[in-house]
């Protein structure tokens, strides 16, 4: 548009002064009078006004339109590399009539198919690697065994190595089977078994054959009648691998609460408390990624865990359309409170609250 413009600004001045001098120049010879010459002038420079304002519309519309040609097939990349950078990776740029375009698009499709080619390679690459490892690890935790029944007719040096090896195959074996699991999330080929479940009794048993099965329980009577669509045995995991934390990392009693969410109804928690050091502001977030362990875990030297409990936990939770964070305990004490918020079916209408341990 501003090209139009200057374009017929300059045709606009070199044909209205031309046009004027050469009227001048010519005046006596053509025999003009003054007032003749002032119209034609005139009537020169209102044609040239209109052609002026037509030059500046078509050439405004021109670039209106040629700009959407090139424009429209940028915003179309843009939503395509958003998608891609949302995980899904299968997205592609559709062919143009344009042959200048299709060679961006053929580049960037190319582009996609090798970074897809790429993750899933990753992805397999994990999980080959630890089913390979399983089968020998299995062998091995079979002679172990074996040795363990003989325990006793080993010599004193010989009992304490292997009671190394026992607690290293069992570390070893638990770091295979999470890798398994992670890897298959990557793998996007998690498909949940989903049962209904009755939460407070759920948590109640997956308590129990957790590692603290003594551990005290409380269930919100309001959630007594609460119902969950959840996967049993990833839910299961979820409550072994919060209190085997509190028990590693913790410390002091352990307590389970299952209770409403404070926020919305249709939501349920199940907290897992410890008397631990707790979690310090700047580790909240880190400690649910893969291989993360928090500052205080190598300084206790703890040596069970390799960092991948936490970051299951979020992957099965998040699977349940849930959301899982740490935070102080809220009675002030120190300590963490590990919350798992879960989508739940049916809530009864509010009452008291009544704490129910099991044990302690
Ligand atoms: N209850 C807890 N109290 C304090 N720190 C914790 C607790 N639970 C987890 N953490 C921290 O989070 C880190 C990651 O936990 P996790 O993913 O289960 O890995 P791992 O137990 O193998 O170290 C731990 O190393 C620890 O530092
Ligand atoms: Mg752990």
Redesign the pocket.
């Known amino acids: 548009m501003v090209g139009a413009l200057v374009l017929s600004g300059v045709l606009f001045f070199l044909t209205y002064t031309l046009t004027r001098s050469n009227l001048r120049d010519r005046e006596g010879e053509l025999g003009l009078s003054n007032q003749l010459i002032a119209e034609t002038l005139a009537s020169v420079r209102a044609s040239l006004i209109l052609a002026t304002v037509i030059t500046v519309l078509v050439g405004f519309m021109l670039g209106i339109v040629s700009s959407e040609r090139v424009v429209r097939p940028l915003a179309g990349a843009a939503e395509a590399a958003r998608a891609i950078a949302d995980g899904r990776l299968d997205t592609r740029l559709e062919p143009t009539d344009d042959p200048d375009l299709n060679a961006l698009t053929d580049s960037f499709n190319a582009m996609v198919a090798r970074l897809q080619d790429r993750v899933e390679r990753d992805a397999r690459f994990a999980s080959d690697v630890s089913h390979e490892l399983r089968s020998p690890l299995m062998t091995l935790a079979a002679s172990v065994e074996v040795m363990v029944s003989r325990r006793d007719e080993l010599p004193e040096r010989g009992q304490a190595a292997l009671d190394l090896l026992v607690a290293d195959v069992a570390r070893f074996s638990g770091l295979v089977e999470d890798l398994l699991e992670i890897s298959r999330y990557d793998a996007g080929a998690v498909r949940l078994t989903r049962d209904e479940l009755q939460i407070g009794e759920f948590v109640r048993q997956a308590v129990l054959a957790s590692s603290m099965p003594r551990t005290a329980i409380s269930i919100n009577e309001r959630c007594t009648d609460i119902r969950i669509h959840g996967d049993r045995r990833r839910l299961a995991r979820v409550v072994a691998?919060?209190i085997?934390?509190?028990r590693?990392?913790?410390g002091g009693t352990i307590s389970v609460h299952v209770c409403p969410a404070e926020d919305s109804a249709s939501h349920v928690w199940i907290v897992?408390e410890?008397r631990?050091?707790?979690?310090s502001t700047s580790?909240r977030e880190r400690?649910?990624e893969r291989f993360?362990?928090?500052?205080?875990?190598s300084k206790r030297g703890?040596s069970?865990?390799?960092?991948?409990?936490?970051?299951?936990?979020r992957e099965h939770v998040r699977l349940h359309a849930g959301r899982v964070w740490?935070e102080p305990r809220h009675d002030g004490t120190t300590?963490?409170r590990?919350v798992v918020e879960l989508p739940c079916e049916s809530s009864r209408s509010p009452q008291s609250h009544v704490v129910t341990p099991v044990s302690s």
Not at 276 to 279: F, I, T
């Open positions: 691998n919060l085997d934390n509190a590693t990392h913790g897992v410890d631990g050091e707790g979690v580790d400690i649910f993360s362990r928090g500052a205080g875990s703890t069970e865990g390799a960092g991948l409990g936490l970051a299951l936990v740490v300590g963490a590990f």
